[in-house]
């Protein structure tokens, strides 16, 4: 099994329909500085709505606040839908480690019964050399070992004189098939945009992000293992937060996400 898979395995524990409760773990191949990396929070919460939800629903949105680290071992999730017409619904899920109180992460999903609609995409995949003529960042965060990520503009701790437009081609390692839970997933890959104001390391934390998943099921298939190419920026920093913005394209030119974050920090100017 792939190790996002067995990082992201549910089992049913109880309940159906709109009340389900699911369990899983908090594996080391996702470990970051501080807990989980925030893409496999995402990602397992996506799926435990996904799952619940059924087959003939697709994941349009998912907003993931970051409200702790999750604790690695046994984890919790209760899936709830707060409403569901016959084409939309709203469903909202919790992660708890075992042990703890409350939650450390939860989610907000919005999932649809997808028609053919008018459909336009704004702007075009940004003009970037081949993934393979890329160097892959080497970064000492463990999730890094199994999510791929070659830059190919303003590289991690790179000092951008305040601009903090990245470009980079990203997939999971080893090559598994594109789909909706990995797609959030990556969406987390971009490394902080503080970095590229003060090129070095300091502490920071995402406190919310949010996926708008555009990906059809044949783009999915499209792209199967493929390198995608993820590009973000910031807009402004200062007083402790910033936000983060970044779009997914296929190498073909299908864009099959938008996401934004905003981001904790306390670095202050050095005298």
């Not at 409760?21 to 995402?42: C, D, L, M, Q, V």
């Not at 305040?162 to 839970?181: E, Y």
């Not at 590009?231 to 779009?247: I, S, V």
Request: net charge negative; with cysteine.
């Amino acid at each position: 099994m792939h190790a996002f898979d067995q990082s992201t395995a549910l089992e049913r524990a109880a309940g159906e329909g709109a009340d389900v409760r699911f369990t899983g773990a908090a594996t080391p191949h996702f470990k970051n500085i501080i807990g989980p990396y925030g893409g496999w929070s995402a990602a397992i919460l996506a799926k435990a709505m996904i799952e619940a939800a059924g087959p003939e629903m697709e994941l349009v949105s998912i907003t993931t606040d970051f409200l702790a680290g999750a604790r690695e071992g046994p984890v919790t999730l209760d899936v709830v839908c707060d409403r569901g017409g016959k084409n939309t619904q709203f469903w909202h899920v919790d992660l708890t480690a075992a042990g703890d109180a409350g939650p450390s992460n939860r989610a907000m999903g919005i999932l649809s019964r997808r028609r053919e609609t008018v459909a336009w995409t704004e702007g075009e995949r940004p003009e970037a050399p081949a993934p393979e003529d890329c160097v892959r960042a080497d970064l000492p965060m463990a999730w890094s070992r199994t999510v791929e990520m070659r830059p190919t503009r303003s590289p991690p701790f790179a000092k951008g004189d305040g601009c903090t437009h990245s470009l980079a081609w990203i997939r999971l390692d080893p090559a598994r098939p594109l789909d909706a839970v990995a797609l959030v997933a990556l969406a987390d890959t971009p490394t902080p945009r503080l970095f590229h104001v003060i090129g070095e390391f300091d502490m920071v934390a995402t406190v919310s992000m949010t996926v708008y998943l555009h990906a059809s099921p044949e783009d999915y298939a499209a792209v199967g293992t493929d390198y995608m190419l993820i590009e973000a920026h910031a807009a402004r920093g200062g007083r402790g937060f910033y936000d983060q913005h970044a779009r997914i394209w296929s190498r073909d030119g299908r864009l099959l996400a938008t996401t934004q974050q905003i981001v904790w920090y306390k670095t202050t100017i050095k005298e």
